[in-house]
């Protein structure tokens, strides 16, 4: 099992940036691809970034291409998303997810650790 701890959410006005910050513990943590959700109340969570095991793939959710970026620091067992250019339909939970593979996917059932959520809210 892994443990996952989001920081870094917040409020921040149209325009601003935001770094999220995740921190994982655990055994395996060194074969597991990482990624990040998002969830509005009343909407599914829908997929936002993923970065594999080696930092050398990552994939992106059309709404946040240009303008997010993840990166992975394997050996402080962390996983980043910073968010440029942020948007008022860009406020959601952002949740942390890891997966016991170091493929990453898209698909959130693929992702057996979750943290617990962090808010973040754009607004003016």
């Known amino acids: 099992q892994v443990q996952l701890v989001e920081s870094g959410g917040g409020l921040v006005q149209p325009g601003g940036s935001l770094r999220l910050s995740c921190t994982a513990s655990?055994?395996?943590?060194?074969?597991?691809?990482m990624g990040w959700f998002r969830q509005v109340l009343g909407k599914e969570r829908e997929f936002v970034a993923a970065?594999?095991?080696?930092?050398?793939?990552?994939y992106y959710t059309d709404s946040v291409k240009g303008r997010f970026t993840i990166s992975r620091g394997n050996a402080k067992n962390t996983v980043a998303l910073q968010m440029n250019s942020l948007k008022p339909e860009d406020t959601a939970v952002y949740y942390c997810?890891?997966?016991?593979?170091?493929?990453?996917?898209?698909?959130?059932?693929?992702?057996?650790?979750w943290g617990q959520g962090i808010q973040v809210t754009v607004s003016s």
């Open positions: 997810a890891a997966r016991h593979s170091p493929i990453p996917t898209m698909v959130g059932a693929d992702f057996g650790s």
């Open positions: 655990g055994r395996a943590f060194s074969s597991y691809a």
């Open positions: 970065i594999s095991w080696s930092g050398s793939t990552t």
